[in-house]
């Protein structure tokens, strides 16, 4: 058996903000996603630079 290194058995803690009520986990799982679509958008794709020597 699978030693677990957080107890999943209770409820979830959750974080509220005026009317917004979301879970701790749903809003790391969010924060998480936004930091890559970010960095999806920051970090340049690999590009293939052509040598031309004179042919073509």
């Keep these: ?5 957080i107890s999943l058995d209770g409820p979830a803690k959750f974080f509220n903000w005026g009317f917004i009520s979301i879970s701790i986990p749903n809003l790391i799982i969010i924060v998480l996603i936004v ?5 999806a958008l920051v970090v340049p794709f690999p590009t293939h630079k052509e040598h031309s020597n004179g042919k073509e």
Excluded: D, G, S, Y
């Excluded at 058996?1 to 290194?5: E, G, K, N, P, T």
């Excluded at 930091?35 to 960095?39: N, P, T």
């Design 35 to 39: 930091i890559l679509f970010v960095l």
């Design 1 to 5: 058996m699978v030693l677990q290194a």
